[in-house]
């Protein structure tokens, strides 16, 4: 399962070279992982009331082809690894058929103190598993 | 030669956690980088009309410790690797002698085309080289 | 003549209450005036590098119902006063016939000095005036 | 009883034209709510769990003089007006002694229903009267 996030670039997005400024693809990289969550039925206020919390500890990403304004963006996210505590989503991010942005995202579940734990059962989906 | 930035965090760059939000991290660091750029006598205004550009085309960050409201942060950046068009910079962002954030930051130098080039003489300083 | 912008709230433009941010409703209001002049001939590039600048002088905005994520906003922009130098624009950010939030926002056409200056003829477009 | 919160412009603040961008004048105004809040003893995380809130209901801003990037500005805030369950105050952006924003920020205290209530005595200050 690949799940698909749009948007459209605002004006206020850009830089000085009218290209999205880097540290904007990690909003929305973060806006698509939360429509994820949610339409996998991963309700994140419920999950962050039960006492979890989903840290990211990595995020590598490679900038392509810079978005412009009014682009009209697709976030495609799938994970790519899955282990007992953590996780892999690789994101692309799309204009058309381009490529202009991936990032590989690596997660981590974590109780209240901050320790790793696995995902209580309920929010262990398996579309979280490649 | 390590060059070093500092900041205090700011109360609206929390997230639901009341760490700082995982994009705003590339802000900090994008804002070290000019000041590095800056002190070691490249200034991007000039670097801008005399038609090159500086592109960020990859960037690895490693979200170890999260920073919280009112922290005083320093971000240490360096060269770490050296190409004829392009380099690295590694970017610890410390509070006290703790390690938050780690990143390695790619950047090409390019023409006004787009296409990589290399840096004009009058702007390839000594310190971009590790 | 009014014009319409519309966009869809993002989940990170939410604060602590799950209502978008204070400061993110301005940005809002500034991609929509963008949107405005491009769509009745002002291209603010070719005015930039004309020599000429719009600054916003003031903004006085209520708030009266919070956006929320994935709502989606349509911002009404006209203008509501004219004078040689300047102007006011009322914005209204509505989610289907609610109003959000109303904004008056004042304007100043300067050159490069900063000093008022009347918009020259080929920017001066009708719909500027009410 | 004036307020004072200091902070350093930050190079991303600026917009195309070397200026802070408007809206990220009500991030700095918001920090400095927030500080003036906590030094009068108001814990907004104990406020907010007690079931209150502090919603702002209207911002008036006028822009007089750009900040720009490294420039050390401090925000002077200090209550103007007082009613039963809501107030106004006054923030002033300074360089200096260059006054460079001015704002008026009326604020209501509702409950979490968003009814409008008074403060509960223990959250409400002599600092919060004019």
Redesign the interface.
């Known amino acids: 399962m690949i799940h698909r996030y749009t948007?459209?670039v605002?004006?206020?997005e850009l830089d000085?070279?009218n290209h999205v400024?880097?540290?904007?693809y990690?909003?929305?990289l973060?806006?698509a992982r939360?429509?994820f969550l949610e339409d996998i039925g991963i309700n994140y206020k419920a999950f962050?009331i039960g006492g979890y919390?989903l840290?990211?500890?990595?995020?590598?990403?490679?900038?392509?082809i810079p978005a412009e304004v009014n682009d009209e963006i697709t976030i495609e996210t799938h994970p790519i690894k899955r282990r007992k505590t953590s996780g892999i989503f690789r994101q692309t991010l799309m204009r058309g058929t381009d490529v202009l942005t991936e990032a590989d995202v690596t997660w981590v579940c974590v109780n209240e103190q901050g320790k790793p734990v696995p995902l209580p059962p309920e929010f262990d989906k398996p579309e979280l598993y490649p």
Request: aromatic share 16%.
């Open positions: 948007l459209k605002r004006s206020y000085g070279n400024n880097n540290a904007n990690l909003n929305y973060e806006a939360i429509s962050f919390r840290f990211v500890t990595k995020i590598c990403i490679s900038y392509k």
